[in-house]
């Protein structure tokens, strides 16, 4: 009678192929209560506008489109798109989903209607924009759930980008992060700083810098999983300076402070 003898590692291997043709197939589940999503979005807004509402719109120097709301998604002013994922147009199809009173304007209004940052801040104390941060100081539970259903498209897509050595390593990653709030955030946080990471446009010479690229950047084994993810996020984030067509330098100190307070995170 002949005997099959399977290792640890490929029975291992086995299993996570299954899971992973099972996670590829539908959204990735991010289970959170009422209360952690609410705690997730202060955070997000806190990392992304200081909690102010007037930071709920802003456009940043050398940027030419504004970012708007807790996550600043960005919105162009042209029909032509530049190289970074826009997702103000689908925040509000959400919003009005979710039977939100949306102001008329934004519901006919195709592309952002300031076509500079001059234009923008001149009109800053507008009919518009004063209705628009209304809206999203309102809405700020529901922009977190945005984010997160980002998050439960975006890992199926990471997955189906990868092969199926770069596939064990990024759910052994996920598994750990996703199994406490506190590594959630990190994951909703940073794909909705910096994008999946497959996005051909969001590469410099090659590179990505998006969630895809700092799971693979993590080391094998680790007692700090939040302190992990973040080392991995700086190397990721300084080699996107590094390769970047113009200088960034100015940016990377803000990003640190950002990713190097994910392992002091204390969320209930």
Known sequence: ?????????????????????YVSAQNYPINLSEKQTNTLATLIWQNEGAGKTEFLT???????????GIGHFIWYPTSSKGPYIEQFPQLLSYLIENNI???QWLIETKIAPWKSREMFYDAFESTQLKQLRALLHSTIGLQARFIIKRLERGIPAILDSSDEIQKIKINKNLSALTSTPEGIFVLLDYVNFKGE???????????????KQVLLAMPEQSNNILLSFALAADEMLTRRVKNAPRDEMQWLKGWRVRIHKYPSLNIH
């Open 58 to 68: 802003v456009w940043n120097k050398k940027e030419n489109f504004p970012s708007l």
């Open 101 to 103: 009173d949306v102001p």
């Open 1 to 21: 009678m002949s005997r099959i003898i399977f290792s640890t590692l490929s029975i291992t291997t086995l299993l996570f192929s299954l899971l992973f043709n």
């Open 197 to 211: 990471g497959i996005a051909i446009n969001e590469q410099y010479q090659g590179y990505g810098w998006g969630l």
